[in-house]
């Protein structure tokens, strides 16, 4: 079975009402076993939300409901042919790219129960979820979502978001990034998957985090308990996690489009900048890795941002397309 085929059989198992425990374990660990398999999966789902975004879009809506009008008029007709030429449009490239890597087609998914949730560079999204608990999306990240009778499992796939959890103690919400699970009641919480880290603030209420198990399924004791205010980062599971006291309004300001630095490392400061753009600013020369930064910032304003920094700092910036170039204009 190829990667791509794999993950299309993963994704049909964990949309199944009675998938169990193990197997989301299972595909834990198969999706994180190769590179391979997450790129296969995260492919698949990049595919899925194209497919559901257009099949959801207002003017699709607007098609649908005009073709299934009890008026069956020429125009009628019109507007339905052209809602099924439009999602067949959209269908037969991706079913092809599908196709050709060995995968079933997309049409084997079911478009109108939507698990997985995926914003763009420099996109936020919100989230309502059935029970009303809300999910804000940060900018290029990807959840699944996984509701049952009995809990509320969501796994943050890439990327960060602020989870605002509709209380309900008979099944609790659980968040899995990485090798950390959080689970809440109700409360208020940040997640954010790093390349090396996964970091969870609490904004409100009180949360626990353990480490997921990395084989078998015998639930494991309770890795921390944050008060509100606080934020762990964990790196590895060789080294204990850090618990440390933040600023909430500072941490979650991404929430209203804004990135805060104070006395951040500049080489650190332009990491961040990148995520929210697809222009990126490279800067070179060792100088820069000696500068700090403090201030708040437009998110996805990379014209602006470099504009400030050459005002703070002896830097000059030269843009040639999608990438801005920073460089010492003099010694420190």
Same mark, same amino acid.
């Given at each position: 079975?190829?990667?791509?085929? +794999?993950?299309?059989?993963?994704?049909?198992?964990?949309?199944?009402?009675?998938?169990?425990?193990?197997?989301? &374990?299972?595909?834990?660990?198969?999706?994180? +076993?190769?590179?391979?398999?997450?790129?296969?999966?995260?492919?698949?789902?990049?595919?899925?939300?194209?497919?559901?975004?257009?099949?959801?879009?207002?003017?699709? !809506? +607007?098609?649908?409901?005009?073709?299934?009008?009890?008026?069956?008029?020429?125009?009628?007709?019109? @507007?339905?042919?052209? $809602?099924?030429?439009?999602?067949?449009?959209?269908?037969?490239?991706?079913?092809?790219?599908?196709?050709? !890597?060995?995968?079933?087609?997309?049409? *084997?998914?079911?478009?109108?129960?939507?698990?997985?949730?995926?914003?763009?560079?420099?996109?936020?999204?919100?989230?309502?979820?059935?029970?009303?608990?809300?999910?804000?999306?940060?900018?290029?990240?990807?959840?699944?979502?996984? @509701?049952?009778?009995?809990?509320?499992?969501?796994?943050?796939?890439?990327?960060?978001?602020?989870?605002?959890?509709?209380?309900?103690?008979?099944?609790?919400?659980?968040?899995? $990034?990485?090798? *950390?699970?959080?689970?809440?009641?109700?409360?208020?919480?940040?997640?954010?998957?790093?390349?090396?880290?996964?970091?969870?603030?609490?904004?409100?209420?009180?949360?626990?985090?353990?480490?997921?198990?990395? &084989?078998?399924?015998?639930?494991?004791?309770?890795?921390?308990?944050?008060?509100?205010?606080?934020?762990?980062?964990?790196?590895?599971? $060789?080294?204990?996690?850090?618990?440390?006291? /933040?600023? /909430?309004?500072?941490?979650? &300001?991404?929430?209203?489009? @804004?990135?805060?630095?104070?006395?951040?490392?500049?080489?650190? $400061?332009?990491?961040?900048?990148?995520? @929210?753009?697809?222009?990126? /600013?490279?800067?070179?020369?060792?100088?820069? &890795?000696?500068?700090?930064?403090?201030?708040?910032? !437009?998110?996805? *304003?990379?014209?602006?941002?470099?504009?400030?920094?050459?005002?703070?700092?002896?830097?000059?910036?030269?843009?040639?397309?999608?990438?801005?170039?920073?460089?010492?204009?003099?010694?420190?």
């Amino acid at each position: 079975m190829t990667g791509h085929t +794999a993950a299309a059989d993963w994704d049909a198992r964990l949309r199944n009402p009675d998938c169990s425990d193990a197997e989301r &374990s299972a595909f834990r660990d198969w999706y994180e +076993a190769d590179p391979s398999h997450r790129e296969a999966y995260e492919l698949l789902q990049e595919s899925v939300s194209a497919l559901l975004s257009v099949a959801h879009s207002p003017e699709m !809506r +607007a098609l649908r409901d005009a073709a299934l009008n009890e008026r069956h008029n020429d125009d009628k007709r019109r @507007y339905a042919l052209v $809602a099924c030429l439009a999602i067949f449009a959209l269908m037969v490239p991706v079913a092809a790219n599908f196709m050709m !890597r060995g995968n079933p087609p997309p049409s *084997q998914i079911d478009l109108e129960a939507p698990t997985y949730y995926a914003t763009t560079v420099g996109q936020r999204s919100g989230i309502t979820l059935e029970d009303g608990s809300v999910i804000t999306l940060n900018t290029d990240s990807r959840v699944h979502v996984d @509701y049952s009778g009995e809990q509320r499992l969501i796994t943050l796939l890439k990327g960060q978001a602020l989870f605002e959890v509709a209380k309900d103690p008979s099944r609790p919400f659980i968040v899995t $990034a990485g090798d *950390q699970r959080v689970v809440a009641l109700g409360t208020t919480f940040d997640v954010r998957l790093n390349e090396t880290a996964v970091e969870v603030i609490l904004v409100e209420g009180k949360v626990e985090i353990e480490e997921v198990p990395a &084989s078998g399924w015998k639930k494991p004791a309770p890795l921390v308990q944050l008060a509100s205010g606080e934020r762990l980062v964990a790196t590895s599971k $060789a080294s204990l996690p850090e618990v440390t006291k /933040i600023d /909430i309004s500072k941490a979650t &300001s991404w929430r209203e489009g @804004y990135v805060t630095f104070e006395n951040t490392p500049l080489t650190e $400061a332009i990491a961040e900048m990148n995520r @929210y753009s697809t222009v990126r /600013i490279v800067p070179e020369g060792d100088g820069i &890795s000696n500068l700090h930064i403090t201030g708040l910032f !437009r998110a996805g *304003q990379q014209a602006r941002f470099t504009e400030a920094l050459q005002v703070y700092f002896p830097i000059e910036a030269q843009r040639e397309g999608n990438v801005i170039v920073l460089k010492m204009s003099q010694p420190l």
